[in-house]
């Protein structure tokens, strides 16, 4: 395996006086995305679907990080939910400047044995959601003049993937999408993904418990070794950050050179 990185510090007032929102944030990308925010001095707004006990442990690491957090459940591919979530981060901290698309399920079928109810399940929660929630915070960050976008997308959305038409259905849109807001929302709010291949997360652990499989994965990755959830959140933050502030519409990929896209 190869060796893992150091550990990164970000500057704890990149964020200051900035509120996030960060659907899908009881665990994997959003759960580090959400205590990478809150160390870069951002106050944090952990959305989640089911697992109320792990959001709240999020919200208690990022105050404990010295900032605030409050967790609020909802199904974001709902628009009366991500309504609700938008002005929950209002009513809690008076404005929304950050918000990271991140909700998203990875279920499958070979197509002729794909059920629309799998299908809708998975574009719904992939890619609906991210309307929704854009639609339901742009009108807060043009109220602010500026705000910055990133959905979590994936190189199933460049590339496809057998068997799981309907998420790399779901990707691709994302990345249209993330295209097309760029365009809509500038020159005040900026829009960006970013594209991970395989990541070390529970979503994917099913499919690893075939050792040979994993392995044959790691050899097709140059850099030897799948992404960690921190990998894709300090990312995440990059483009978030004034650091990309000449950046917008860009599809930015995380995946140890696996697929080389532009």
């Known amino acids: 395996m190869a060796e893992l990185p150091v550990d990164i510090k970000l500057p704890a007032n990149l964020f200051a006086g900035r509120t996030a929102i960060v659907t899908g944030a009881s665990r994997g990308v959003g759960r580090a995305t959400a205590l990478r925010l809150a160390e870069a001095g951002a106050n944090v707004v952990v959305n989640y679907l089911k ?24 199904d974001v ?8 979530l938008a ?17 998203g399920i990875w279920e499958g079928a070979p197509i002729e044995e794909m059920s629309e109810e799998t299908w809708n399940k998975v574009i719904n929660t992939n890619l609906k959601a991210a309307w929704a929630m ?4 742009v009108p807060a960050m043009k109220r602010q003049e500026s705000g910055a976008i990133v959905l979590v997308s994936s190189t199933a959305g460049q590339r496809g993937e057998a068997n799981y038409s309907n998420y790399a259905a779901s990707k691709g849109g994302q990345i249209s999408f993330t295209k097309a807001l760029a365009a809509e929302l500038c ?3 900026r829009v960006n993904a970013v594209a991970p291949g395989w990541i070390e997360t529970a979503m994917v652990r099913p ?12 050899n097709s990755i140059p ?24 950046i917008t519409g860009e599809i930015l990929n995380i995946n140890g050179g696996a697929v080389l896209c532009g």
Request: charged share 30%; net charge neutral; hydrophobic share 45%.
């Open 51 to 74: 697992e109320e006990e792990k959001a709240n442990n999020v919200v208690a690491l990022c105050k404990e990080k010295g900032r605030d957090a409050v967790a609020v459940q909802g």
């Open 77 to 84: 591919s709902e628009w009366q939910a991500a309504h609700n």
């Open 87 to 103: 002005h929950a981060a209002l009513d809690k901290f008076g404005r929304i400047d950050l918000l990271v698309l991140n909700a």
């Open 134 to 137: 854009t639609k339901a915070c």
């Open 187 to 189: 020159p005040k709010i």
């Open 207 to 218: 499919v690893f418990k075939d050792e040979n499989y994993r392995q044959q994965v790691l």
């Open 223 to 246: 850099l030897k070794r799948m992404a960690l959830t921190d990998d894709v959140a300090l990312s995440i933050c990059f483009l978030l950050s004034d650091w990309s502030r000449h």
